[in-house]
């Protein structure tokens, strides 16, 4: 019988050290019309991205005409004063391009992402639609049309009642915070083709404007190709329009959102804390993911893993509208579904952890993954264009530094464990939330009144 040779083995490979990263830093210019430009080149990111900012606020929308922000964001790629709807959409397929366009409360943003080689196109159908978008009274009829068939499908969605509900309920009634963002069916069936083009010529125009740029930039004649096509935008001058204060109440009290034989209830409960400004940022999102950030957290730990109530329940703070002065807001708030029947055990289970987490406080342990998960994955988060200038873009909107987000990994990786604790703890009081439960109401409420969590009340979910 024959011997087999000794098998050879290769070295195992060893990791390497591993190398510094920062958020990236932008480069800043302005074009000859006013628009303020950010620049960023990531070598090897041949999908450049661009985000396009308009000072276009959702409380600037006239009274009796909630949605008009949306409609017009739509209306930006249905055509021009060059191409027809059809001829525009066809331009941005044959340049491999997509644009898309949202309102919300700090402004309108465009989207555009295109490959590198074929930036000038994607460029110049974008300078077109923001500089003659041709707004034609059938394709924004259309868009009414549209608009108006998808309120129905949300009003029938929980997680999206609840996030209805939880606004009308935290900001005074006279607030365009207290209302749905793209409009009820009573503004959007106000619109037409004439209030859209009012909202544009008030509130569109290059100098209140910035553009964000990322991706492989090189051999690329930016500063040329952006004074060919965006810089061939042209409008009145303007200035930013002032941030109006947030005001809300969060006086402890729970709104059922009646569905009579739901088997779940979606729950949302929410508050009002502080903006990116506020020094307690950095500790209140480290605290707020041991709370409820991922699988691991308290929330999931107990009322799913231990109790079986849920398939998850996460915590959050996001940002609705940002000032340097501090008048700015964040909503702060816990979400998630439970069974029907264990509706009120869960919301029992939920005000321990939070009041644990106000005696016991958060653990090394738990301070240690949380950073762990935010700074150390935050390279791979920003592994695309896309995903780097949508940051860029949200510190425009927030009237934050260029620099921001790389202090925040760095202040995240220093933050303490007390730190965190006393910001989470302080951003869900346990007596100062609002509770909203979309739900069979015949089932829960008195459960949840037996809570003592603040006063019930039951609303129809028309």
């Not at 606020?57 to 739509?74: F, H, N, Q």
């Not at 402004?107 to 080689?117: H, K, T, Y």
């Not at 653990?363 to 264009?385: F, H, I, M, S």
Request: glycine letters at 8%; proline letters at 6%.
């Amino acid at each position: 019988m024959t011997e087999l040779a000794p098998m050879e083995f290769h070295p195992q490979p060893q990791a390497g050290e591993a190398k510094p990263w920062a958020f990236p830093a932008p480069e800043r210019s302005t074009l000859d019309n006013g628009l303020t430009v950010l620049r960023c080149h990531r070598p090897g990111q041949q999908v450049v991205a661009v985000e396009v900012l308009l000072d276009a606020p959702l409380d600037a929308e006239p009274a009796g005409l909630d949605g008009v922000a949306t409609i017009m964001a739509r209306a930006f790629s249905e055509g021009t004063d060059k191409d027809s709807a059809e001829e525009f959409a066809a331009e941005l397929e044959r340049a491999g391009a997509t644009l898309d366009a949202h309102a919300d409360h700090p402004g309108v943003r465009l989207s555009l992402e295109v490959p590198a080689s074929r930036l000038e196109k994607g460029l110049t159908l974008l300078a077109d639609a923001l500089r003659a978008p041709a707004f034609a009274e059938s394709e924004v009829e259309r868009l009414v049309r549209n608009r108006l068939d998808e309120i129905p499908h949300e009003l029938a969605s929980p997680a999206r009642r609840a996030a209805k509900e939880l606004s009308k309920e935290l900001f005074p009634a006279s607030a365009r915070m207290s209302r749905p963002r793209q409009g009820t069916e009573e503004t959007v069936e106000k619109i037409d083709a004439g209030a859209v083009r009012a909202f544009y010529d008030r509130h569109v125009r290059p100098a209140t404007a910035t553009a964000v740029v990322v991706g492989d930039l090189d051999g690329i004649d930016l500063d040329a190709l952006l004074a060919e096509t965006l810089g061939a935008w042209t409008g009145t001058p303007g200035q930013a329009r002032p941030v109006p204060p947030v005001t809300a109440d969060d006086t402890g009290r729970v709104v059922i959102v009646d569905r009579p034989g739901a088997v779940q209830t979606q729950l949302l409960i929410g508050r009002i804390g502080s903006d990116r400004h506020d020094r307690v940022w950095p500790a209140q999102v480290l605290g707020t993911y041991c709370l409820g950030g991922t699988l691991t957290s308290r929330l999931d730990r107990v009322l799913r893993e231990e109790k079986g109530y849920t398939y998850g329940v996460r915590s959050f703070g996001q940002v609705l509208r940002s000032a340097p002065d501090g008048t700015g807001a964040s909503m702060l708030a816990i979400s998630g579904s439970v069974d029907t029947p264990n509706t009120g055990p869960a919301l029992a289970d939920l005000w321990t952890v939070l009041h644990t987490l106000a005696a016991e406080g958060l653990t090394d342990a738990e301070r240690d993954v949380a950073v762990q998960n935010l700074v150390g994955v935050a390279p791979l988060k920003y592994e695309t264009a896309a995903a780097v200038a949508g940051t860029l873009a949200d510190q425009v909107e927030q009237h934050l530094p260029d620099d921001f987000q790389a202090e925040l990994y760095r202040t995240l990786a220093a933050t303490g464990t007390v730190e965190a604790t006393a910001a989470v703890v302080n951003a869900f009081p346990a007596d100062r939330l609002v509770t909203v439960l979309v739900g069979d109401a015949a089932q829960i409420k008195e459960p949840v009144e037996a809570l003592g969590i603040g006063e019930v009340k039951v609303v129809s979910a028309e």
